[in-house]
């Protein structure tokens, strides 16, 4: 198997991402709009005990998240899971997981946009009016693209200071929270006969919660020392996040008379502990969150489509670098239009549902690249996992398990990025490979 060599381009991405940066950019990819609405869907279906699930979820992403840090220690260069699976599978199931990948990416950010107008209107009424919903969004997503556009520096500023911002926001609701615990009895929620159905689903739930890691990987051609810095990113990141998510569930579940009712959690719960200003600073903490999530991807997939054109799977304009501010400019452009268009129709339930079901896909497929590249490329891995393939074969079967509870009524429009793929693949597959000698000498960087 050969992996053809990126294009050679002038002028070229530069490395500007360092080790926190990297761990803002993987926090800021997980941490969207889900906590701010999935507590109460979990709690509904767990009651009391759904802390644990959220603790259990984390121990469910460590897995797949340990595959992925030992596939993402081989490679310097920008593509994320395009490149992980094309390198161990071949050309077809990496331009597959390039669009299952961008789809995702895209839904998100649409429903997130929408999500974002509707806590809006909580300072705005009439935000949500056609007109004034148009000229949001066309603000909206414009400034994000002209500042990622002016340089990957500027895009990680703004994903740092979205981070600080955010966690902040969370940490006072925690700090509140168990504050008001340690003097007051937790409240009698309603009784919740919790089965294996109800475990399962909550799961897949959570598996949308701590997802979004993998796109934090997309712009490794421009961070500093990428195969150093990826297990050091992506585990930070899982741990604080794991600490806080299971922290923000025992608050909803402990302060909330009827949680699974609750549309706002978080924001009741702020309500509850520090009144009417409590439930405002929440409410702006989910306008930061998801603005920063939307950040975060604006810099980073648009580096997945960069990378398909880099390496001839996709048009050459794509890869594109700007002359003077050295991003993917035709990349960001056409994702920023993408993401105007879908914000049109996109919501935050259908997203859900499509999100999880093609990441379990594309979760699995690095999982089971972990034994191929172990035997193509044995002494690249910068981190290898203990227990030979004990955690890709149980990263396997995690996600196998999570699809026999996925709605795939719901996402049909997966089948339909198949076959676009498969179109793509049909276009390009007859242009020749470059040598993989050029790979394995930046892999090697």
């Known amino acids: 198997m050969t992996e053809e060599a990126p294009r050679s381009s002038q002028p070229q ?34 009651g009391r005990v759904s802390p644990l699930a959220v603790l259990l979820a984390g121990a469910g992403t460590a897995v797949i998240m340990a595959c992925y840090a030992e596939v993402a220690s081989q490679f310097a260069e ?22 299952m990948s961008l789809l995702t990416r895209l839904t998100a950010c649409a429903a997130s946009v929408n999500l974002l107008i509707a806590y809006l209107g909580e300072f705005w009424p009439t935000a949500s009016q056609r007109l004034p919903r148009l000229i949001t969004i066309t603000a909206l997503v414009g400034a994000l693209a002209a500042v990622n556009y002016r340089g990957v520096g500027a895009g990680t500023l703004m994903s740092n200071g979205a981070v600080i911002a955010k966690l902040a926001v969370l940490a006072v609701l925690a700090a509140a929270g168990l504050a008001w615990l340690t003097v007051h009895p937790a409240l009698a929620a309603p ?19 701590y997802g979004g890691y993998e796109a934090a990987l997309n712009p490794m051609g421009e961070a500093k020392n990428p195969r150093r810095d990826v297990v050091f990113a992506l585990f930070t990141a899982l741990a604080i996040l ?25 924001a009741d719960a702020a309500r509850v502990l520090m009144g009417g200003p409590g439930a405002v600073l929440i409410t702006l903490g989910a306008l930061i969150s998801i603005y920063g999530f939307l950040s975060a991807n604006f810099l980073t997939v648009p580096r997945g489509l960069f990378a398909l054109a880099e390496r001839g799977d996709f048009p050459a304009a794509f890869a594109a670098v700007h002359p003077r ?15 105007w268009l879908f914000s049109q129709f996109a919501n935050f339930a259908w997203n859900v549902t499509l999100s999880v079901v093609s990441r379990t896909f594309y ?3 690095v999982c ?18 203990p227990g030979g393939l004990a955690l890709p074969i149980t990263g396997i079967a995690i996600c196998a398990l999570l699809l026999t509870r996925a709605d795939f009524s719901k996402s049909m429009i997966v089948l339909l990025a198949v076959a676009t793929g498969l179109i793509n693949w049909a276009l390009v597959r007859e242009r020749g490979s470059g ?8 892999a090697r960087r």
């Not at 089971?368 to 996992?385: M, T, Y």
Request: net charge positive; charged share 15%.
């Open 368 to 385: 089971a690249a972990v034994p191929v590249l172990r035997r193509l490329q044995p002494e690249v891995a910068r981190f290898r996992l």
């Open 325 to 339: 501010w050295r991003t993917p400019y035709v990349s960001i452009a056409v994702f920023a239009v993408l993401v």
């Open 191 to 209: 009784a919740v006969h919790a089965g294996g159905d109800a475990w399962m689903r909550s799961m897949l739930l959570l598996f949308f919660l």
């Open 78 to 99: 920008t593509g994320g899971t395009y490149l992980y699976v094309k390198r161990a599978f071949g050309r077809l199931l990496g331009i597959e997981v390039g669009w």
């Open 363 to 365: 979760y699995a497929a």
């Open 13 to 46: 991405l530069i490395r500007a991402i360092g080790r926190w940066s990297m761990v803002a950019l993987a926090i800021n990819s997980m941490l969207g709009s889900g906590i701010f609405g999935l507590p109460s869907s979990v709690a509904g279906l767990l």
């Open 242 to 266: 794991t600490v806080l998510y299971c922290t923000l569930q025992l608050i909803v579940v402990a302060v909330l008379a009827d949680p699974a009712r609750s549309e706002r959690p978080l």
């Open 435 to 442: 040598s993989a000698r050029a790979w394995r000498s930046t």
